[in-house]
């Protein structure tokens, strides 16, 4: 957005050209357009920063959310331009530009192209320079806030109403945590209210709208209400077996739980598990993780689990010597105490290609630790098995400078060729997608791992597929609109169902369990204090996706951009899981299952973190049901 402000391109005399709008410099965003004549939008994108390590996606989604149209962006494509048509229509486009981005991208159509801009909330979502200029409304008795964060750019936001020229100023001050940031609240009333707001200062900004709409105009006569029709989901199920779907889990606490968690763990139901072991505690202590371990195992039923070995709390990676070698001895030991009883995955350091200063330092400590590990046959007899690199990200680089070298999948390239024999499973952690409509890329991701390792005979992956930690940010950088709210539950559904879709992956695990305040409230409950424990929204969502997750995964045709949905089964219980991401209401067409349905139930899981019966029709060998915005699925029913 250098410059929002509407640029004019006229011709000359008879043979001038329609005017242009142009928005510029946007990272994280949503723009909706609504034409009343032929046009056509057009996308040009530059480097931001490490473009060449990361390849992105950015979609147009028609009024219906059907999609209309996809551009995969190749990480040596840099720059480069894409355009669509747009037709005419009482709905809008919405052209996404899924955060975060490593381009900055230009947008232009024609001026009569009515133009919203969606901002991401705290995440930066945009370029600007100072005294850009955009417009808002305020409905008639809406209590509107206008909020703001500090990236290092733009300080201050200025809004002034365009009625009276009333006038408030947000200074946008730095925070120690990420997801802290400054609001103030709009005069309420009984009138329409339209604002200008000016963007103070140059550079990175993050602004946008509570208790209204938020969506921002480039001049008052396009501040139109945004509509959406319904839309058509096609489904058709196939009796054709993919493979098994991933065991969902957690990353679990590094120490012993007290019993008033259990509970909650109950709740969500882990099928596996990530650790730590750091070798700084088990030189000196080599038994110190035997307890919690046993616990995971025996009492909450745990036995596929990986463990990455860190140097401490503070130092992610690993060095050839001493220390080193006594942890993993210990973590070794421990293991074999568990009697046998499950997987356990070890991986040499936490994020190598993001914590080692290049690969070949990561491939001595990796050949080292590996030999440790094969040296005694009874490890493997106690169900270790070596998994690599667990990566920072798979695809793309990780945030580091000189991402290009150092993205995960090409490290795992190079150690699959030079110590294959060595490696049981490849495991890697997906963090930064936090757009919902740009969740397929987990399906992606996994279906270019297990190209890497390639297929057996029977058609599964030859090394075991591990995504052994996500969630929508890395690190402390996050918003409370995401971690806190509805939004995290619908993108760790679509997250399970991307990831589970072709029946490759073997583990799926979201980091992390519990909130570490105040920088880290990421986990899906939240610690109220020694002895009090609450499920947050993803925690219940996580309850009703574990109560549905079969054995399973059955191949299904699905036309649907904005639903996503895994068809499983386990025996002769068949069950669809599904997210509707889109706030319209989708009206869903099953074809494949016999009618009626043998114990058939429809279940819903909505904003209010409750599960729910919904009706459903069954006829002439078609199922179809209602589903509403931004709401969760189960389908269940016996095979006849």
């Given at each position: 957005m250098k410059r929002l402000v509407l640029l004019l391109s006229l011709g000359f005399a008879l043979e001038a050209q329609a005017a242009s709008m142009r928005w510029a410099d946007i990272r994280d965003g949503s723009l909706y357009l609504q034409a009343d004549r032929p046009d056509t939008v057009t996308v040009r994108w530059v480097p931001a920063w490490q473009a060449d390590a990361n390849e992105e996606h950015i979609y147009l989604v028609d009024g219906r959310g059907k999609l209309a149209g996809e551009r995969l962006i190749a990480a040596s494509e840099t720059s480069g331009s894409q355009s669509w048509p747009l037709a005419p229509g009482a709905a809008s486009y919405q052209l996404e530009i899924p955060g975060y981005s490593f381009r900055r991208y230009k947008v232009e159509h024609d001026e009569h192209t009515v133009a919203l801009f969606a901002p991401a909330k705290v995440h930066f979502s945009a370029e600007t320079r100072d005294g850009d200029e955009m417009y808002f409304k305020v409905a008639?008795?809406?209590?509107?806030?206008?909020?703001?964060?500090?990236?290092?750019?733009?300080?201050?936001?200025?809004?002034?109403?365009?009625?009276?020229?009333?006038?408030?100023?947000?200074?946008?001050?730095?925070?120690?945590?990420?997801?802290?940031?400054?609001?103030?609240?709009?005069?309420?009333?009984?009138?329409?209210?339209?604002?200008?707001?000016?963007?103070?200062?140059?550079?990175?900004?993050?602004?946008?709208?509570?208790?209204?709409?938020?969506?921002?105009?480039?001049?008052?006569?396009?501040?139109?209400?945004?509509?959406?029709?319904?839309?058509?989901?096609?489904?058709?199920?196939?009796?054709?077996?993919?493979?098994?779907?991933?065991?969902?889990?957690?990353?679990?606490?590094?120490?012993?739980?007290?019993?008033?968690?259990?509970?909650?763990?109950?709740?969500?139901?882990?099928?596996?598990?990530s650790y730590y072991s750091f070798v700084d505690i088990t030189q000196g202590r080599p038994q110190y993780e035997d307890a919690f371990r046993r616990l995971y195992?025996?009492?909450?039923?745990?036995?596929?689990?990986?463990?990455?070995?860190?140097?401490?709390?503070?130092?992610?990676?690993?060095?050839?010597?001493?220390?080193?070698?006594?942890?993993?001895?210990?973590?070794?030991?421990?293991?074999?105490?568990?009697?046998?009883?499950?997987?356990?995955?070890?991986?040499?350091?936490?994020?190598?290609?993001?914590?080692?200063?290049?690969?070949?330092?990561?491939?001595?400590?990796?050949?080292?630790?590996?030999r440790q590990v094969r040296s005694d046959p009874a490890n493997a007899k106690a169900g270790v098995r070596i998994a690599m690199p667990a990566s920072s990200r798979l695809v793309n680089g990780p945030f580091a400078d000189n991402a290009a070298d150092k993205r995960g999948i090409d490290w795992a390239r190079r150690l699959l060729a030079e110590s294959g024999d060595q490696i049981d499973a490849l495991a890697w952690h997906e963090w930064?997608?936090?757009?919902?409509?740009?969740?397929?890329?987990?399906?992606?991701?996994?279906?270019?791992?297990?190209?890497?390792?390639?297929?057996?005979?029977?058609?599964?992956?030859?090394?075991?597929?591990?995504?052994?930690?996500?969630?929508?940010?890395?690190?402390?950088?996050?918003?409370?609109?995401?971690?806190?709210?509805?939004?995290?539950?619908?993108?760790?559904?679509?997250?399970?169902?991307?990831?589970?879709?072709?029946?490759?992956?073997?583990?799926?695990n979201w980091f992390q369990a519990d909130d570490e305040k105040p920088y880290y409230p990421k986990g899906m409950f939240k610690v109220l204090d020694d002895d009090h424990f609450e499920l947050k929204p993803v925690g219940m969502a996580q309850q009703f996706i574990q109560q549905h997750w079969l054995r399973d995964v059955m191949l299904l045709e699905n036309d649907a951009f904005e639903v996503d949905v895994l068809a499983m089964a386990t025996d002769l219980q068949r069950g669809l899981l599904g997210v509707n991401k889109g706030t319209r209401l989708q009206r869903i067409d099953l074809s494949g299952a016999n009618c009626p349905l043998i114990k058939g139930s429809l279940r819903y899981f909505g904003a209010d973190n409750r599960s729910r019966d919904a009706p459903f029709h069954c006829q002439d060998g078609r199922i179809s049901f209602e589903l509403p915005g931004e709401t969760l699925f189960a389908l269940s029913w016996i095979a006849s």
């Open positions: 008639p008795g809406e209590h509107a806030v206008l909020a703001g964060k500090f990236h290092g750019g733009v300080g201050a936001l200025q809004a002034q109403r365009v009625g009276d020229n009333q006038q408030l100023l947000l200074a946008l001050k730095p925070y120690r945590a990420y997801w802290q940031f400054d609001q103030v609240a709009l005069p309420v009333s009984d009138r329409e209210q339209v604002w200008r707001l000016r963007l103070r200062g140059s550079g990175k900004v993050a602004f946008w709208l509570d208790g209204t709409a938020n969506l921002f105009a480039q001049n008052p006569q396009q501040l139109k209400p945004l509509r959406e029709d319904d839309g058509q989901t096609r489904l058709t199920l196939h009796n054709e077996v993919l493979g098994p779907t991933p065991n969902l889990g957690v990353a679990l606490p590094y120490v012993m739980p007290p019993p008033s968690s259990f509970a909650v763990l109950d709740a969500l139901g882990p099928r596996a598990a195992q025996d009492r909450f039923g745990i036995t596929q689990d990986i463990t990455l070995l860190a140097g401490s709390q503070r130092v992610h990676d690993l060095r050839v010597g001493t220390m080193s070698n006594s942890g993993l001895d210990a973590w070794l030991a421990s293991t074999r105490a568990l009697g046998g009883k499950g997987i356990h995955y070890i991986g040499f350091a936490d994020e190598p290609n993001l914590n080692y200063p290049d690969y070949a330092d990561y491939q001595n400590i990796f050949n080292s630790m590996a930064m997608i936090r757009d919902l409509l740009a969740t397929r890329v987990y399906r992606d991701s996994v279906r270019r791992a297990a190209d890497l390792v390639g297929l057996d005979a029977n058609g599964r992956p030859r090394k075991a597929l591990l995504l052994d930690q996500t969630n929508m940010s890395s690190g402390s950088s996050l918003s409370p609109y995401d971690q806190e709210t509805h939004f995290a539950s619908m993108w760790w559904a679509s997250v399970a169902i991307n990831s589970a879709q072709d029946g490759l992956l073997e583990m799926l």
